[in-house]
């Protein structure tokens, strides 16, 4: 537990109880924090001050972009639009690999953070023409608070919120902090539990169990991403036992992506991925059954190109995040009328710039 500065409007947390010897039980992920006066909970911006735990993330941001809703990554959500992405300080997990640890790993006070309103957000994302808006950069998780009131403000507004996260999340806030997100990017990690125990501070079971839950009790589009780094969960055996996992629990139209690792953080020691591990990797995946597979972080035209899954037929030709071609009409083939499985707007879209974007 480390000490840290105030934020100028600290928010009362959800999803604690205070224990017998007078600390907090933080109950938002299945860390179950501790917290005893005075001090943050691993994440940094969750503080026990006064018999109370207050959330000094709320309302705050380390920066906007407007992106591409394809580096989220989502391929079937949208494609073609933008997303106004922010973060935080701060993560609920301890990634050794982690490509943005400068935000994840820093306390507010070694931040530059800036105040924002759900309603300045949203404003933000309609001046930018952004449809979307992302919860990205670290992981939401941890303002939950916040993530449920702008995810409240964008949908009244007729914005989709969008998570990117690893999924590390208690049952109990779960529900709540899911109940207006229009698509999340769970990013499973690995499918091994000593991966996540050595290497991100973390457990396996409970990434699994919100997996399960949005795929089988909600209606949030989902896609998920697999980071994978050389000698430690790029076997094929890892990578088939995880595929035969997503296709038993959530079936075969769940889009994958794999991704390729850099050196970063804790692990420059690691080399990054080889171009022939991610197709090995998206072949197995496809042999598996898995319908749509993607590769990322690494120029591979067709690994990032959509596919019709009954005639082949290219439905969205894409390079890197720009699309090249885009065939379908609503959501279906042009050649064979196959639905494809997702969100699609009904003519071909017309993205936004993607400048880096700092409010004032």
Sequence with gaps: MGSQAPSPNPREAKWWQTEGDGRILCTLCPRDCRIGEGQSGFCFIRRHENGRLLNYGYGTSTGFAVDPIEKKPLSHFHPGTSVL???????????????????????????????????????????????????????????????????????????????????????????????????????????????????????????????RWVANETDIWMELTTLLIPGHNDSSTEITSMCEWILEECGPQVPLHFTAFHPDFKMKQVPHTPQETLRRARSLAQKAGIAHVYIGNIHDSEGQTTSCQSCGSVLIQRDWHSILQYRLLGNRCPDCEEPLVGHFSPSAPSRTDSRPYRAH
């Excluded at 973060?87 to 006070?109: E, R, V």
């Excluded at 953070?113 to 759900?118: A, I, K, L």
């Excluded at 690893?166 to 990013?187: C, F, L, M, Q």
């Design 85 to 211: 992405s922010f973060g935080t300080a701060g993560c609920n997990l301890g990634c050794k690999f982690c490509q943005n640890w400068h935000i994840s790993k820093a306390h507010l006070d070694a931040t530059a953070s800036q105040q924002v309103t759900p309603e300045d957000i949203v404003a933000l994302a309609k001046r930018h023409r952004c449809p979307s808006i992302a919860f990205t950069y670290n992981d939401p998780t941890i303002i939950g608070e916040f993530v449920i009131d702008v995810s409240l403000e964008a949908r009244m507004a007729g914005l989709y919120p969008v998570l990117v996260t690893a999924g590390y999340i208690s049952p109990e806030a779960r529900s709540e902090v899911y109940e207006n997100i229009a698509a999340v990017n769970i990013d499973l990690k690995a499918f091994s539990e000593p991966f996540y125990r050595k290497l991100t501070l973390s457990n396996l079971k409970p990434v699994l169990d919100t997996i």
